[in-house]
């Protein structure tokens, strides 16, 4: 049974940094297109960062530059840092996985695995 559990979200006022960590089982992350997604309120689950399984990387339309995604192949997880946090990085996170060790881009029936997410809420 393939499981992705999130954590790490919380609440931070703005210019903090969090890091979320997404522990995946039942698959060899290693060997998969895995990415952040995020939901804020209201409003479509959009594509965050994603990292085939050759270091490829690629942002969605969140600020590239404040954002950094990695992997920990020993420990089967993925990370997403976040810097500089603005209130409107206040979303439900999302961990998910593409079979695909290329990445095919953010649509998410490309995604076969999710995680439950995990909150982030960034106050002004």
């Known amino acids: 049974q393939v499981q992705l559990v999130e954590s790490g979200g919380g609440s931070v006022q703005a210019g903090g940094s969090l890091t979320l960590s997404c522990a995946a089982s039942?698959?060899?992350?290693?060997?998969?297109?895995m990415a952040w997604f995020r939901q804020p309120p209201g409003k479509q689950r959009e594509g965050v960062v994603l990292?085939?399984?050759?270091?490829?990387?690629r942002f969605g339309e969140s600020d590239k530059g404040r954002f950094t995604i990695s992997r920990d192949n020993a420990k089967n997880a993925l990370y997403l840092r976040m810097n500089s946090l603005k209130p409107e990085d206040t979303a439900m996170y999302y961990c998910?996985?593409?079979?695909?060790?290329?990445?095919?881009?953010?649509?998410?029936?490309?995604?076969?695995?999710w995680g439950q997410g995990t909150q982030v809420t960034v106050s002004s």
């Open positions: 998910a996985a593409d079979p695909s060790n290329l990445c095919s881009g953010f649509s998410t029936v490309n995604f076969r695995y």
């Open positions: 039942g698959i060899t992350s290693s060997r998969y297109c």
């Open positions: 990292a085939d399984s050759y270091g490829g990387v």
